[in-house]
Each structure stands twice: as structure tokens, then as C-alpha cells.
């Protein structure tokens, strides 16, 4: 299923749970091609949804990368400011920024943003979700949920997110959390590629490389 460039309105829908085995081969520049089997786990939904997700009651404080007009990571931990940047790439008509991070791959970690929710307990529903887009062939992002317990990952949840226009993906789990527990949301990229060498690495351009990611919620069903 392909989204349109048509907005918000157009922003395809899918869930789906991805493992994926990988082999690798290096050639003489000291890359290495990554070759993947991709076997999906549980397929739960593919279908265009004419509005995004109704997002009232959103557990993450800053889900578009914005604040007050003005781009901000308020709310986000990130590795490293050269891999994860607030950039002007949005969904057409919803805002003006979106976050961005770079493509992991050999000793590059890529760009990995993450925000925590505390304060939830007892058991029920959260649905995941978020917009975004690849910027080229090769890259992907990711999307992973992680309850933990003194730091301790208790269970995780992870999605493939695999559009080159920009594409709306949910995810559910179900969560029996103490009130001492968090929930972790964490956003990447992963490539096809594996880079030996930092001086190979064309990853930081965020027009050509990586994701772009928006409107990323986490809403507890009733």
C-alpha cells in the first residue's frame, strides 16, 4: 500500500510487527551490504484512515518537535545532536518541523531519540503512533515501546516503519505497569548499509539520509 502526497487527509495506516534476519558481506571499500529476510510476526491492519489517530489524551508532551512556533527537543533524550535534529519537514498542512535521524549502520549508531511517560499503573491498552517518512532507498525508521522496571526492560514492542512519502503507522500493546514504572519510546533509523569508516559515512545530510518523523503520540485506550 502507497500513501499520497495528497496531506494528512491521504496518510496511509498500517501495523505490523517485523523481525528480520540479517547476513552480511563486505566488499573491498570496507563497506558492508547488509542482506535481509523480512517475516512478518503478526499482521494486524493495512488500511489508508481518512484522519489521523484521535490523539486526545497524549502521553508525550512534545510530539511534533515544537515549541512555541519554534523548533525544540523538549521532552526527548538523543544521542548525539550530530545524528538527531528538529528540521523544516513536516506532513503537508499539519506543522512545520518534524524530527530527523540519521541512518545506523557498521560503527555508526545513527540517531536514536527517546522520551519517557511515568506516572501510569495498573493494566490497559496504549496505542502507539506517528507519522514518517524515509528520505531515500536503503533506509527505514523504527519504532520501539519498552516498559521498565529499575531500568530494567520488562517487555518491548518494536515497528517497521517503511514509506518513502509520508505515511501514518499505530501500534497497540497491552501493559501491567506498577506506578514505579516507565514507559519508553524510542525513534531511529536503520539502513541497509554497514559503514567501516566514518569518513564513508553520508549520513548526516537530512535531506538525502536517514527519517523524518511527527506527530508521535501514546494514548491510553478507555
Known sequence: MTAQRAGLDSISQRRYIIPVKWEAIVNKKGFIFVLFAVTPLLLVSCSKSPTAPNNTGNLITNPDFQLNGS??????????????????????????????????GGIIPGGVATTYVTGQSGQG?????????????????????????????????????????????????????????????????????????????????????GCCFNQVALVKAE
Open 71 to 104: 523548533p525544540s527537543l523538549a521532552g526527548w533524550a538523543i544521542n548525539d545532536t550530530a545524528w538527531v535534529k528538529v528540521v523544516s519537514n513536516a506532513p503537508p498542512g499539519v506543522t512545520t518541523w518534524s524530527l530527523w535521524t540519521a541512518p545506523a
Open 125 to 209: 491498552i496504549y496505542r502507539f503512533s506517528c507519522a514518517e517518512v524515509n528520505m531515500a532507498h536503503g533506509y527505514w525508521g523504527y519504532a520501539t515501546i519498552a516498559q521498565l522496571r529499575s531500568r530494567t526492560t520488562i517487555s518491548s514492542r518494536s515497528i517497521s516503519l517503511e514509506d518513502s512519502v509520508w505515511a501514518m503507522y499505530t501500534m497497540s500493546d497491552t501493559l501491567d505497569l506498577l506506578p514505579s514504572d516507565t514507559i519508553s519510546i524510542t525513534i531511529a533509523t536503520g539502513s541497509l548499509f554497514m559503514w567501516m569508516h566514518e569518513s564513508s559515512y553520508p549520513g548526516v545530510d537530512s535531506a538525502k539520509y
